[in-house]
């Protein structure tokens, strides 16, 4: 009886039919599977493998613009060709051209003869790089919930209400078993991971037991949403774009199970936005780039944010959201994922979150806080001053690059160096504005799942 996933012996037999030119057909019978597994196994693990250094611009036989480049070639070259790769750069009718063969059947350039010296972007099939992208997706898929927001919701709006009537879980469990798709015990554990609006506060019996060390769920939206998206080709993408805008995001979460920060540091300046969440998910985290682009316009928000690197948890699976504009549906930005268990490839955002533990310590958080107390706790650090900016701080740092009347948009605040407090005390403080004559309103988001 075979196996039913592919094996690494399976994808070197893949790889080795394709560099002989045989068919999927032919690859999946010698295999012993069917054609339908093979192409989609080639479709799902081929990658996008970068150019030569020619010229691959759908226009290089009939550019006007080589005469020019040949007389002022930037690379010294007197006898410059159409071939040569350095004319494209500010063309502005530079338009790449892809070859179409990968378009159809075996969907990749393994086995072209003109692969090593071709000038256009290739398709390749790589055995070792399928079954890595294969046991990522394996373990990933192993956790978290198999559940849409849109089914979450559902089950949320029918167990909260009742179990905040003193209903206990079972009994609602049992009265409308035909509409849940999940057992009493799965909504407990959805309920200790804070995805619902009931708390453990509102189960009697919930209180009696022992706090259990084991995390909560994670709900998971979209599990091949890193394909294309890692830390690699965020690589290659910084490599072709090396003056995009970075900023690295990630979340902070003041109270287990309830308020969690969103925060977005802009690696140019230090300078570090931070937004409260009532629930830590996806919707919650599209919800505040909805409301970024709102306040800031569309040009202004394709200035502060072009390539953003978060790590892989479970709010961050809608990049979608994040990218495009919810309306017009057009890509605004670019976001890519950090490696597993590699947070480090955003470390200037984690070290930061180093000030907010200074105010708010991780196990000590309030119940509740307020907007204005979060931006506040924001205005307070971004206004110290660095060492490594020479003593000036974050906030000058990005009026002096983006303006100030983006800073005002943003909610953002200087805080005299006298004044800024970094301790616990912050946090209980009353709120007042350092600014008595701003009018900026706060940006933080409460967002629920719709």
């Known amino acids: ?74 690379k010294g070259k007197r006898q410059c060709q159409s071939a040569c790769g350095g004319c494209i750069q500010g063309f502005p009718d530079y338009q790449e051209e892809f070859c179409r063969e990968y378009e159809r059947s075996p969907f990749v350039c393994n086995a072209c003869d003109h692969r090593l010296r071709c000038r256009l972007r290739r398709m390749l099939y790589d055995a070792k790089h399928a079954q ?91 599990r091949t949403c890193h394909l294309g998206r890692g830390y690699e080709e965020y690589q290659e993408y910084m490599s072709e774009n090396p003056d995009a805008s970075v900023s690295q995001m990630d979340s902070v979460v003041l109270k287990k199970g309830g308020q969690t920060l969103l925060t977005i540091l802009f690696t140019n300046c230090d300078l570090q936005l931070m937004f409260l969440r009532e629930r830590n998910t996806s919707a919650s985290v599209s919800g505040v780039f909805q409301k970024l682009r709102k306040i800031l316009g569309e040009e202004r928000f394709c200035m502060l944010f072009q390539v953003i690197v978060t790590d892989r948890g479970s709010e961050f699976t809608d990049p979608m959201r994040i990218e495009a504009d919810t309306e017009s549906g057009e890509i605004q930005c670019r976001v890519f994922y950090c490696d597993p268990m590699n947070s480090n490839q955003k470390s200037r955002c984690e070290r930061n979150h180093e000030f907010i533990r200074y105010v708010i310590p991780k196990g000590e958080a309030k119940e509740e806080y307020r907007e204005e107390e979060i931006k506040r706790l924001m205005n307070h650090i971004n206004s110290y001053p660095r060492k490594k900016w020479n003593g000036r ?58």
């Open 1 to 74: 009886m075979s196996k039913k996933h592919l094996t690494f012996d399976d994808r070197l037999a893949i790889q080795t039919g394709l560099q002989q030119g045989m068919s999927a057909a032919q690859i999946a019978k010698n295999i012993g599977k069917d054609r339908s597994t093979v192409g989609r196994e080639i479709k799902a693990h081929r990658r996008l493998v970068a150019s030569s250094k020619g010229n691959n611009c759908v226009h290089h036989d009939i550019c006007t613009r080589v005469p020019q480049c040949r007389s002022k070639c930037f």
């Open 132 to 222: 890595e992208q294969y046991e990522s997706t394996l373990s990933e898929s192993r956790k978290g919930i198999s559940l849409t927001e849109r089914e979450l919701n559902e089950i949320n709006d029918l167990i909260s209400p009742l179990v905040k009537q003193g209903q206990s879980l079972p009994v609602i469990c049992e009265n409308h078993r035909a509409e849940l798709p999940v057992t009493d015990r799965t909504i407990y554990s959805y309920i200790e991971a804070g995805l619902l609006d009931a708390r453990n506060i509102d189960l009697r019996r919930k209180l009696r037991r022992p706090e259990r060390k084991k995390s909560g769920p994670v709900l998971r939206v979209d």
């Open 393 to 450: 701080s974050p906030y000058d740092l990005f009026v002096k690059i983006y303006g100030q009347e983006t800073a005002t948009l943003l909610g953002l605040e200087k805080v005299p160096s006298d004044s800024i407090n970094l301790t616990p005390a912050l946090a209980t403080a009353r709120t007042q504005s350092s600014n008595p004559n701003s009018t900026s309103p706060p940006i933080s988001v409460r967002a629920r799942m719709k």
